[in-house]
């Protein structure tokens, strides 16, 4: 038997994938030096061409996000997906999580997160799900 794969999981892929390649644009570190001297020689700046291509891949993430949150409802098996894999580009799914925290598969994962104590998002899912309930009495 093999598994489905959730409707929208493409999209948390793409999103994924485009934020792994601006970190590999972003790991390359260029000297200061080095960077004139190519400049004089080639006319352009790689520094400012990483930064260029790193700025692209982040808007394209951040594009595909929104497409995620622009779906709704219907997305949210791929967010929550996307949410418990690791990396930092679940924060652009937060917005998702914060407007459907009503869902099961969402709260659930975030219930999930919450848990983890080396999570970066840890406090930051504890926060999404306790900002509705009202403060304890005393």
């Known amino acids: 038997m093999t598994r489905r794969k959730p409707k929208h999981d493409d999209l948390v892929r793409e999103i994924r994938e485009c934020v792994a390649n601006a970190n590999l644009v972003a790991a390359v570190r260029w000297d200061d030096d080095m960077d004139q001297y190519y400049t004089a020689k080639t006319g352009s700046s790689p520094m400012l061409t990483s930064l260029d291509r790193y700025a692209a891949h982040m808007r394209a993430a951040r594009e595909r996000a929104a497409r995620l949150l622009d ?3 219907e997305a949210a098996d791929a ?15 937060l917005p998702y999580a914060e407007k459907h925290v009503d869902l099961s598969c969402i709260r659930d994962t975030l219930e999930l997160v919450a848990r983890r104590e080396i999570d970066p998002l840890t406090s930051t899912a504890a926060a999404v799900l306790h900002r509705d309930e009202p403060p304890p009495s005393s």
């Open 71 to 73: 779906l709704g409802p």
């Open 79 to 93: 967010v929550a997906k996307g949410l418990r894999t690791q990396g930092y580009w679940r924060e652009l799914l």
